[in-house]
């Protein structure tokens, strides 16, 4: 089970980490009239499916590894908080405040992930 969580919190940093990246560059390259086609990167849909796998994520890794082995609440804390500031940018009181929220929110759960992969990696070296 350990390889397989820590395989899973290794995507989910790097799916963290390109969403923090994908909602800061976004504006922009979009902002380049030349790339004025790749409008279809600020669907909607594309903000859910990243926000879907975050929690699937949680449920799949985090929540896991919390029951099963290391016991520490803390990386679930700051998934809770990263989800936070990412729902509170949601809001959608202006661009920068979505952008802003979103990327702290994003790198705040890759952070979680990141924890937990170190939490798990000394659980490993002390059992074995």
């Given at each position: 089970m350990k390889i397989k969580n820590n395989t899973v919190d290794i995507?989910?940093?790097s799916s963290s980490l390109i969403c923090?990246?994908?909602c800061a560059t976004i504006p922009?390259?979009?902002s380049f009239s030349s790339l004025?086609?790749?409008h279809f990167l600020k669907n909607p849909y594309i903000e859910w499916t990243f926000l879907?796998?975050?929690l699937?994520?949680?449920f799949v890794s985090l929540w896991p590894s919390y029951k099963k082995n290391h016991h520490k609440v803390k990386p679930l804390r700051y998934a809770m908080?990263?989800?936070l500031f990412i729902a509170f940018g949601r809001l959608n009181l202006t661009e920068s405040f979505e952008i802003i929220n979103t990327v702290i929110g994003a790198s705040i759960v890759s952070f979680a992930h990141y924890l937990n992969w170190k939490l798990l990696k000394t659980d490993w070296c002390y059992k074995h």
């Open positions: 995507i989910a940093i923090a990246v994908h922009v390259v979009l004025s086609t790749l879907s796998f975050g699937v994520f949680i908080v990263g989800f």
